[in-house]
């Protein structure tokens, strides 16, 4: 079992930056690749951004790409996401999950959620 909390979600203004964390316990964290996903309003949740256990892959989709880093420490069982030049359409919940091997980018793959964070972008 690994339980995972997210924090660092707020309100910023488009342009602006945020950087979310996850700390997960339980299960070595070390053996799990960690995924971000989001959720708006009257949408599905969609896939933002994964990570293998090592940090040495990376993945990301299309729409964050180039704006949105993750990353991981696994001295902290932390993973994080960094978000700068946030724009409105990337305010949503945003969910960090674990999953046992490779990443995937499909949300059904992963095993645990956090409760989810706010991100709120104004224009």
């Known amino acids: 079992q690994v339980q995972l909390v997210e924090s660092g979600g707020g309100l910023v203004q488009a342009g602006g930056s945020l950087r979310l964390s996850c700390v997960a316990s339980g299960r070595p964290f070390s053996s799990y690749a960690m995924g971000w996903f989001r959720q708006a309003p009257g949408k599905e949740r969609e896939f933002v951004a994964a990570?293998?256990?090592?940090?040495?892959?990376?993945y990301y989709a299309d729409s964050v790409k180039g704006r949105f880093t993750i990353s991981r420490d696994n001295a902290k069982n932390t993973v994080y996401l960094q978000m700068n030049s946030l724009k409105p359409e990337d305010m949503a919940v945003y969910y960090c999950?674990?999953?046992?091997?490779?990443?995937?980018?499909?949300?059904?793959?992963?095993?645990?959620w956090g409760q989810g964070t706010q991100v709120t972008v104004s224009s």
């Open positions: 990570i293998n256990w090592s940090g040495g892959s990376t």
């Open positions: 999950a674990a999953k046992p091997g490779i990443v995937a980018r499909t949300s059904g793959a992963y095993d645990y």
